[in-house]
């Protein structure tokens, strides 16, 4: 996906070997809708997170597994692996937010929030496209519990990010409740945001079914021309690390003009 601005606006533009595109239908926001018949198991897309918060207190917080030694990061006492400590993934911006909210029990559900309100001076153009995902405060926060939980977290993440007002930080959290993915698998205990992914909305009966993959980076050297790699010789591969996607396959035949969907839950409500 690529993100183009049309009269001032950012709008996405997809490969043209996808089968879907993305539309405004009335009642339910923009939307994946297919341009084609897409038949039973076809895989429909794979995206990659955004970004990456953890799910649990006692996984690294930049990788969000239980990779190597954990240890406590000095600055904001949170869990780092030593790989992430050792490669600077934890930067200090994002370290001193963390350290002026505290680390008390549950305060791992507010790196991911910190993490979308850093993106505001770290990439304002994908932070312009997270602006635009649907929050669904308004209906959210007729339950007093939400809402009180909202306010509370509103009030933590504008305090610790520079720049962020109250106003922003509960649109802000308002898109995570809506459009974040939890999961565990292999070691990886995390929530995800994704770009496109999150366009798609919620059925309880659903068109398309997801499945969360690991993909492994790899990184080369000692390739001496552009003739070797048009050869296929890349020299020899590295280990560059893991990368967390979202797959979505067809439960059924989806004829043409149908609006896809997926089941999902706020991630912040699993398990009550």
């Known amino acids: 996906m690529e993100l183009v ?11 043209p070997q996808f089968p ?5 239908r009335p009642g339910s926001g923009r939307s994946l809708v297919a341009d084609r018949e897409i038949r039973p198991g076809e895989t429909m897309l794979t995206d990659s997170a955004i970004l990456l918060g953890p ?19 000095p600055g904001c006492a949170h869990v780092l692996c030593t790989v992430c400590e050792a490669s600077g993934s934890h930067t200090e911006e994002e370290c001193r937010a963390l350290a002026k909210i505290g680390n008390s029990p ?23 496209w997270l602006l ?4 669904h405060n308004h209906e959210r926060n007729l339950n007093p519990e939400m809402r009180e939980s909202n306010e509370r977290m509103t009030s933590l993440l504008s305090s610790a990010v520079p720049g962020l ?4 930080a509960w649109r802000l959290v308002g898109i995570l409740f809506t459009n974040c993915f939890e999961f565990k698998i292999s070691n990886i205990d995390a929530r995800a945001l994704y ?10 009966i659903p068109n398309l079914r997801h ?16 003739n070797d790699l048009q050869n296929g010789d890349q020299g020899q591969s590295h280990d560059g690390g893991e990368i967390v996607v979202m797959q979505l396959e067809a439960a059924r035949t989806i004829l043409p003009d149908t609006e896809l969907t997926i089941r999902y839950n706020d991630y912040m409500m699993v398990g009550q």
């Open 106 to 128: 549950g305060m791992f559900n507010i790196i991911l929030p910190v993490r979308v309100g850093l993106l505001k001076t770290r990439d304002p153009e994908m932070f312009e």
């Open 132 to 135: 635009q995902f649907m929050d």
């Open 211 to 226: 499945t969360n993959l690991i993909n492994k980076l790899e990184t080369y050297s000692d390739v001496k021309t552009e």
């Open 5 to 15: 601005r049309e009269q001032g606006r950012l709008v996405p533009v997809l490969p």
């Open 195 to 204: 770009p496109l992914v999150s366009l798609v909305n919620h059925s309880c």
């Open 55 to 73: 799910a649990s207190a006692v996984v690294c917080i930049v990788c969000c597994s239980k990779r190597g030694r954990l240890l406590r990061c």
């Open 165 to 168: 007002t109250k106003e922003m």
């Open 20 to 24: 879907f595109r993305v539309s405004s």
